[in-house]
């Protein structure tokens, strides 16, 4: 969860020839109205569909109804969605370069002294940036080794995007650390008792530090070791043992070669539902100090969301959708954008005051203070559940280790679930660019309205 955003799935193409998510064997060349022809698929779809083709066996009509609209208006777009990868490059690549810059301004805003943010949570987000810088030389490996995106080779893929589970993980943990020791406080003022102090990770960079460190390390040797092994461009992510043997998987559609593997599912999925997480603990976390504009801060995230919809999406279809990347390189920025706004906010909210070089630009008076609230104790918060972004409320009662391992089985199940159910499916191999869309557009929409119906009725519980 970040801005910069967790879900900076392809910063690599604003440094090299290359973006992340496009695979370099794709050749279709889908005209206006034939959508989706096996004839103008990538070969790797062709090579699986050479020896077995299915009609659908499960129906999908509902999103079918959502994207034959989205195709309607597609059509009379007054740009072609329909692109090459090297226009996708070019698309993507100065929104990846410049999402850069407003995330650093959210980095800085959110970790000035008057906030108080804990600082494990400063952590997490900053993490990210070892995750975009590290990913680079992953992405460089496969392009100069195999003449592939990073999307494409497995092994590579997923120790690099490993990195982002790590940068989620450690801001999920530290604001529920730092959430679990403000209750604590709170209950001790009640009942008239001192005050406890905070947990280490909220006061402290260090313990938060260290744990990026070892994770990192660790996320490193699952790269290393493939090399020392000879890795070929398809070699699965940990070796793929958490996979199926492919002789069982006889049902449905055979799978491409560039499929993810489950492990490579679990790092996508997590990263989306720890991203949910953070938002539910930031919007708390605004009931806990008194600070509605902490609130803000789960608004500002939102694209960023969308962006790691975006990607998963582009996996979902075998990477067959270059118009997808650019857009997730769009949304990234523009999350960036927003979450720098809101950490802006909450600075200014506290106190903070403007750098007297930028005074003369930005009028920030009017802002300060005016929606300081008393701290709420946990009983007086909306407790209701509204979906994955309340899980961390719901799992309060479980310690760390315990929390972190049913986030592990929930995400499992699911990357299981996606893996093999889509094999059902006809609509993955079609890459039908306004199913595509659909795929992004419904959950977005959906985590918005949520947000907006629970700002106006804390007791709505939501769909998800």
């Known amino acids: 969860m970040t801005a910069v955003a967790c879900f900076y799935h392809a910063p690599v193409s604003a440094f090299s020839s ?15 109205g034939n959508i989706g022809r096996f004839d103008e698929a990538p070969q790797t779809i062709k090579r699986a569909y050479s020896t077995k083709r299915f009609s659908s066996i499960l129906p999908i009509e509902s999103i079918h109804s959502i994207s034959s609209v989205i195709s309607d208006v597609s059509t009379s777009f007054p740009i072609n969605l329909d692109i090459t990868r090297d226009e996708a490059e070019a698309l993507a690549g100065p929104f990846f370069g410049l999402s850069l810059f407003p995330y650093l301004a959210f980095l800085y805003l959110l970790d000035v002294p008057e906030n108080d943010t804990p600082k494990g949570v400063t952590v ?4 990210c940036l070892l995750f975009v810088f590290l990913t680079i030389p992953a992405a460089i490996g496969a392009q100069v080794m195999y003449g592939v995106s990073l999307a494409d080779s497995d092994w590579l893929h997923g120790s690099a995007e490993s990195l982002l589970t790590v940068t989620n993980l450690v801001t999920v943990l530290s604001f529920r650390q730092a959430l679990a020791g403000k209750d604590e406080q709170l209950k001790m003022v009640e ?27 660790l996320a490193g040797l699952t790269a290393l070791v493939p090399i020392v092994l000879g890795p070929e461009v398809h070699t699965p992510y940990l070796g793929g043992f958490l996979d199926f043997p492919k002789d069982l998987i006889t049902f449905g559609n055979p799978e491409p070669d560039n499929a993810l593997t489950v492990g490579c599912w679990i790092i996508h999925i997590s990263s989306l539902v720890e991203f949910l997480v953070a938002m539910g603990f930031a919007w708390r976390w605004a009931d806990v100090v008194g600070n509605e504009k902490w609130k803000g801060l789960t608004w500002g995230l939102i694209p960023l969301h969308t962006s790691g919809i975006t990607a998963c999406t582009y996996h979902l279809f075998y990477n067959q959708i270059p118009i997808l990347v650019p857009l997730q390189a769009f949304l990234t920025c523009v999350g960036n954008i927003t979450a720098a706004f809101a950490a802006y906010r909450i600075a200014i909210s506290n106190g903070w005051k403007v750098p007297e070089f930028l005074s003369s630009y ?12 008393p701290p709420n104790s946990k009983a007086d918060e909306s407790a209701s559940l509204i979906g994955f972004e309340d899980l961390g409320e719901a799992l309060s009662e479980d310690n760390d280790y315990t929390f972190l391992i049913k986030l592990f089985l929930g995400c499992a199940g699911a990357s299981y679930l996606l893996k093999y159910g889509e094999l059902l499916f006809d609509f993955p191999f079609d890459a039908n660019i306004s199913l595509g869309f659909a795929f992004i557009a419904v959950p977005s929409i959906l985590n918005a309205l949520k947000w907006y119906k629970r700002s106006q009725d804390p007791s709505f519980e939501g769909w998800f």
């Open 18 to 32: 290359r973006a992340l998510h496009i695979n370099p064997n794709s050749e279709c060349r889908r005209r206006r």
């Open 124 to 127: 997490g987000f900053a993490t």
């Open 191 to 217: 009942s008239g008792n001192s005050i406890a102090a905070m947990p280490l990770s909220a006061t402290s960079y260090d313990p938060m530090v260290k744990l990026v460190t070892g994770l990192t390390a």
């Open 362 to 373: 930005i009028e920030a008076s009017s802002m300060e203070g005016e929606h300081l609230l």
